[in-house]
């Protein structure tokens, strides 16, 4: 039995009622009491055939993941633990590295529009919030299945009610509700969330995957706190780039210019195009 009046559960009926079916694009959704991974269980469902556009939340999830094998956790009730199973028939799997980059975009555009707070985005899918820009979610996209048969689970989990005694270790991390959001109810949130995911997938799935023609290029660019930033990218053989990000290229990479002045757009330096790795804004807020 849930006992803190603060965090009450998601009510599981309403958001069936308004996400199914006639009403809305997703095929089954559940709601559990707590799990380790809404990405694991989800992943396991999708190896056993589960329809595309399942969606499974957690009320408490103990062993969340975040990208580089980061752990993930926060109180139960306190914020949003769900993933969505995708089978993104008819686009070309070189293409669905923009899945996360894609959710992003919905979740920042969602939790904007709900809890009317500034969004933006830190390359590749981290949200940032208020006027610090400091991280209240996170986003992991992993493609599961064989050959035959490929989906790809993506994750969200985001920060709502979350105090700053409860707050994970990460330097710079909040919630909705330090940053004054004026709705924390987890349930208009989560259907923003997966209505707007629902929206911007489809669009991008009708345009065979094509970031460009489907716009959502452009629209990851207008979000991307990162674009214009100093950055430091620690790579994943070890390496670091030092440069500033100047981009985002047709597969979603962040380019960055080395030898290149800070908010220049064009001009000096090498390019780089960088597919995975830590990015530190060196310049501003702690991100």
């Known amino acids: 039995m849930w006992s803190d009046l603060d965090r009450p559960p998601l009510r599981v009926h309403e958001l069936r009622r308004g996400l199914l079916?006639?009403?809305?694009?997703?095929?089954?959704?559940?709601?559990?009491?707590?799990?380790?991974?809404?990405?694991?269980?989800?992943?396991?469902?999708?190896?056993?055939?589960?329809?595309?556009?399942?969606?499974?939340?957690?009320?408490?999830?103990?062993?969340?993941?975040?990208?580089?094998?980061?752990?993930?956790?926060?109180?139960?009730?306190?914020?949003?633990?769900?993933?969505?199973?995708?089978?993104p028939a008819g686009v070309p799997s070189r293409r669905w590295g923009w899945l996360p980059l894609l959710a992003g975009v919905a979740l920042a555009d969602a939790v904007r529009a709900v809890a009317e707070v500034d969004t933006a985005l830190k390359w590749p899918n981290d949200l940032l919030v208020g006027p610090g820009r400091r991280k209240c979610a996170g986003i992991l996209a992993?493609?599961?299945?064989?050959?035959?048969?490929?989906?790809?689970?993506?994750?969200?989990?985001?920060?709502?009610?979350?105090?700053?005694?409860?707050?994970?270790?990460?330097?710079?991390?909040?919630?909705?509700a330090i940053e004054g959001a004026a709705c924390t109810d987890r349930d208009p949130l989560l259907r923003a969330v997966l209505r707007e995911l629902s929206t911007a997938e489809r669009r991008w799935r009708e345009h065979a995957g094509d970031a460009q023609t489907s716009g959502l290029r452009e629209?990851?660019?207008?979000?991307?706190?990162?674009?214009?930033?100093?950055?430091?990218?620690?790579?994943?053989?070890?390496?670091?780039?030092?440069?500033?990000?100047?981009?985002?290229?047709?597969?979603?990479?962040?380019?960055v210019r080395e030898g290149a002045a800070e908010g220049a757009a064009d001009g000096g330096g090498t390019e780089h195009a960088v597919s995975a790795g830590t990015v530190v804004h060196v310049r501003g807020a702690p991100h």
Do not use: M
């Open 219 to 255: 629209r990851y660019r207008e979000r991307c706190a990162t674009l214009g930033e100093r950055v430091r990218v620690e790579l994943p053989a070890g390496a670091v780039l030092d440069g500033v990000a100047v981009d985002i290229d047709q597969d979603g990479r962040l380019v």
């Open 142 to 176: 992993e493609v599961v299945g064989g050959e035959e048969d490929p989906a790809v689970v993506v994750g969200i989990g985001l920060n709502v009610t979350v105090t700053e005694a409860e707050l994970p270790a990460e330097a710079g991390a909040t919630s909705l």
């Open 21 to 87: 079916g006639p009403n809305g694009d997703f095929a089954a959704l559940e709601v559990v009491a707590e799990t380790g991974s809404t990405n694991s269980d989800l992943a396991a469902a999708a190896r056993a055939g589960a329809a595309d556009r399942t969606v499974l939340v957690a009320e408490h999830q103990s062993a969340g993941r975040g990208r580089g094998a980061r752990s993930w956790e926060s109180p139960p009730r306190a914020g949003l633990s769900v993933s969505v199973l995708l089978r």
